[in-house]
Structure formats: C-alpha cells, structure tokens
C-alpha cells in the first residue's frame, strides 16, 4: 500500500527540516562521517546508546530510515552529520535510485553491525554494500562463525583484502585446504584474521566484566523416562549407523539433524517430542505437498534461528513458499507485485496461492493446552528440577529475576504452566515476535517487582536482545556448537552488570547431552577432527553424539 500524498509531503518535509536544522555545511567544519549500517530491530537500540553516550552539542547524529522517499537527499545533507544512521533493507532500496546518496557520499567511516547476517557475496540484494565509498571500514559482529572459512569469504570481499578478496584465491588458499583437513589451511586463515581482526573476549581485563560462574546440575530420569530414552535411542542408533555403513550420511544430513534433536527433547520433557518413534526419514517434494509444508514451519520453530533474506530481520510474520524458503509475510508479497514474480532466491514462479502461512507472533500448536495440562500433573524430571532451582532462588531473594534458555520454542511453551502452579510469574521471548513486542516483554520483566521467569528462545537472540538484570541463568539443555552457547551466555553478562553472573546448566546424566559436553571440551582443546578433511570430522563428531 502506498503512503498518501499528504503523508509524503509531511514526512519529506520533516526529514528537511531535520537536515536544516544541522546548519550549513559551508559554515560547519569539516566532519569525519560515519556511516553505521544496522538491522532494523537494533535501530532504536543504537540511537538509544548514543544518546547516552555521546556529550551535548559534541556529535550530531541522523537517522536515515522509515519515510516513504528517504532517496531525496543529498550528499551535501549528508556532510553536515558526525554520525549517520540507516538500515540494511534501507540500503538494498537504494537499487530503486537514480542518485543514491547513500553509494555517492565519500564517507570517512562505514560499519556494518551484526556483520554475520551476511552469509555470502551473493546475499539477495546485499550487493549496494560492497558499492559504498569509504577511507575505513569495519565489520562488526558478536556471533560465532557457523560454517568456517565459507563464512569468512565476504568480510574478505567486502573489505577488499587483497589478494584473498578473489573468491577464487580465497577457495583455493583458504577455503579448500581447511575443507581437506590440511593445517597450512587453518594456520593461513588464523594469520589472517589476527591480521584483519581485534577480539574482546568477557574474560579480557579491558572490557571489566564481572566474574561469571557456571555450574552443571546433573538430573536423573525416572525409570519410566529412562526406560523411554533407552529405547529411542537404541532405534536411532541403529539408523545412523544405517547410514554410515552405506555411506549415505551426507545425503540423510537433515535426517540425522533431525534424529539427534529428538534424543535432546526427549531429555527434557517426552511431550515436546514427536511421537512416532519408527518414523520415516524420507525427504519428499515438498512444493506438492502443502500439509508437509505444515510440518517443516513446525521443525524450523524448534531449530535455529532464522532472518528474512529480503529484509535481513527476524521474520515476522513468517510465510514459506511453495519451493521451501521462508519470508516476512510483507517483504513477499511486496516482491510478488513485480511484472513476473518469482522467488527471490531460487528464481521459481510464484503466486499467492504459492504462499502458506507459517506462524503468527505467538506459534501456534494446536496439542499444545492438551500438552501443557500432561505437564501440570505430572512434571519431568528435568522440569521438576528445574523448579526446584527457582524456588530455592525465591526463598533467598523474593525479587530474583531469572531467564531460562532453551533451543525448542515447544519446550519454552510447555513450561508455563507449571511455572504458574509453582506461584511464579512467567513471560516468553522468542524470535517470531516482532522487535516493538519483544522490547516490550523486556521491559516489563526488568520493571517487574516480583519474582518472574523470563522463557527465551534461541531464536530471540539474534535480535540484539541483551538481559543484564538477571539474578539467575538457566540453560535447559546444552548447544550442540559452544561458541553459539557461548554466545546466549553474553546476553546476561554485559558490560554494565556489577554483581556476580550465575549459571546453572541442566544436563540429563547417561545422555547425548552428557557427551554433548565431551564434545564441547574436544573441540576447545583442538582434539576432534584433527588431519581429517570435512567429511571425516563430521562422521567422527556423530559417532561421539550417537555413542557408536
């Protein structure tokens, strides 16, 4: 829908009243400008920060995002700001622009926040990045690196690191080496990012945090639930080890992705599990099949996180595509609207009637009240523990906050009503939602003078989500990748906490999540996959996790 022309006129009226109030640039000294490129959820975060940090009349700051024609400005408006403020989906847009101002102004300065939404070169319209002007860039980002030297390729690019800018240079001095488990390829790649790259680690006595304790709660299944586990895990076994045998493990990756989510749910709660214990694990077409379509928005909800590749935020109102990729319901339909719509990842033909909703802010399931009313009658073992901690907490402090983490939204949802019975008040974070609702969830929990339970999805965290006045931390189970763990644990452990950061970690013993943490302590001290080239490692960190 496009904004009236009064609305127009009024907003081109406000941004010039706002360049103008800036003075002329002829009478002002020459500024250094900044560019800061953000996502649109961390938008207010940053102008937040800068507001608090920056000295009256010292720096002059602009926000460049959110009017219906933000492309009328000029270079010159732009020279008259320290600091200039935009968004990666108002970038992309500069596409529509016959003068992007944006792409023209020489700026002394451009940084990319949250650098890792990026994953390749070929990101969907991420291409107006590499054309912005400056003397200095930087890449800024506080996320593990998922994928290896695959996702280090556009910092390179984006940075013009010669000769390793070269996608083909990069493959096969870096890319390639490391993929074949040959050392020279790691040892060049950390030499280039000691070179290129300035690490703050919590522990670094510059960034002067508190001391952060971490401790593991081991939970013991009751015979019923051992008696459950045992046996799944004994079919899945003997599944991956199917799969090994034939050597057919890359082809079945999502398969066995999906078999050793399972085992973790089941340790925490059986009803957050599918169940179908001999399902199958075919992968099927599912452009032909909308109810399969159904059961994938369903798995993603419980996987990692996901963002918008239009609009590069966390999707909001989630729609999938009858080719299987996913979308914010408003960025879609806005690209259907082209003389041939098509998707704008893999190029196949779309319609509205291609589109299937996937969730709403709130994901809905329809076993879920059946699910939680199982749960308030009889808890499990990990859950009753779980409880046990909190009300051990309240008993010494009335007005502890705690947060509880986990990776399975379902887990989160089935948790609220024992929450409840226990006298506890509880709200949810996840990353369906959009940011207003989430900024909204975080302020009522940090005002809040009773003792209340924060549930927070994995999803929420690549929001700019930060939880700094939490008393107590609970990890409901571990991350199969420690810096990703690693990571949840910063969002309550920020540089503006005084008092010590407890965390407790929940961990089902004789479990995968017991040799998820033997995992985590090979690969801090370098010990798995070792000589071994990509297939080899992966094969070698399964059989740990499937105990074969």
Not at 380 to 403: F, G, I, W, Y
């Amino acid at each position: 829908m496009k904004p009236s022309k009064e609305t127009t006129a009024a907003s081109t009226k406000k941004l010039r009243a706002s360049i103008d109030s800036a003075g002329d640039t002829s009478r002002c000294p020459i500024r250094r400008t900044t560019l800061i490129v953000c996502r649109t959820p961390v938008l207010l975060k940053w102008q937040t920060q800068l507001n608090e940090h920056i000295e009256p009349d010292t720096l002059k700051v602009f926000t460049y995002h959110g009017l219906p024609r933000p492309y009328d400005i000029k270079v010159e408006d732009f020279k008259r700001y320290d600091i200039v403020l935009t968004t990666y989906t108002t970038l992309q847009g500069t596409i529509y622009s016959s003068a992007p101002a944006l792409l023209n102004m020489e700026w002394y300065r451009v940084i990319l926040d949250e650098a890792h939404v990026i994953k390749s070169v070929n990101h969907y319209n991420i291409w107006p990045a590499f054309r912005l002007k400056a003397k200095n860039k930087w890449l800024v980002t506080g996320m593990p690196i998922m994928r290896g030297a695959y996702d280090m390729h556009f910092p390179m690019a984006f940075l013009r690191f010669e000769p390793f800018s070269d996608k083909k240079t990069w493959r096969s001095l870096v890319q390639l080496p490391i993929h074949k488990g040959k050392e020279n390829g790691l040892s060049r790649l950390q030499d280039i990012m000691a070179t290129i790259s300035l690490r703050r680690l919590n522990s670094d006595p510059l960034v002067g945090l508190p001391p952060k304790t971490i401790e593991t709660c081991s939970v013991e299944l009751s015979a019923e639930e051992r008696e459950k586990y045992d046996q799944m895990e004994v079919d899945y076994q003997s599944v991956v080890r199917n799969y090994l045998h034939l050597g057919r493990e890359v082809a079945h990756h999502t398969s066995i992705d999906g078999i050793v989510q399972r085992l973790r749910q089941m340790c925490n709660e059986a009803a957050s599990c599918p169940s179908e214990p001999h399902r199958s694990y075919t992968i099927e077409d599912v452009s032909k099949n909308p109810e399969l379509l159904r059961k994938m928005v369903s798995v993603l909800q419980d996987g990692d996180s996901f963002d918008c590749p239009i609009c590069i935020s966390p999707l909001v109102e989630p729609t999938i595509t009858c080719c299987a990729h996913m979308f914010c319901k408003k960025c879609i339909l806005k690209a259907l609207l082209k003389k041939k719509p098509c998707c704008p990842l893999c190029r196949h033909h779309l319609s509205e009637a291609d589109l299937f909703s996937a969730s709403s802010d709130k994901p809905c399931n329809e076993d879920e009240n059946n699910l939680s009313s199982g749960v308030i009658a009889n808890c499990s073992s990990k859950v009753s523990t779980l409880l046990n901690l909190l009300v051990s907490s309240r008993n010494e402090n009335h007005l502890a906050k705690s947060v509880v983490f986990s990776q399975f939204g379902n887990m989160l949802s089935l948790l609220t009503e024992p929450l409840k019975a226990a006298g506890f008040e509880s709200l949810k974070l996840n990353g369906w939602m959009s940011s207003e609702r989430r900024d909204d969830i975080i302020k009522i929990f940090k005002n809040s003078n009773s003792s209340m339970v924060l549930l927070v999805d994995l999803k929420a965290l690549g929001s700019g989500v930060h939880l700094t006045k939490v008393s107590n931390t609970y990890l409901l189970e571990p991350w199969i990748d420690p810096a990703t763990e690693e990571q949840v644990l910063n969002r309550v452990h920020g540089i503006v906490r005084k008092d010590v950061v407890k965390i407790v970690r929940l961990i089902t013993r004789h479990s995968i999540e017991e040799r998820i943490l033997e995992l985590h302590e090979k690969k801090k001290l370098g010990r798995l996959g070792k000589n071994m080239d990509r297939r080899e490692a992966r094969n070698e960190e399964l059989g740990l996790l499937m105990a074969l």
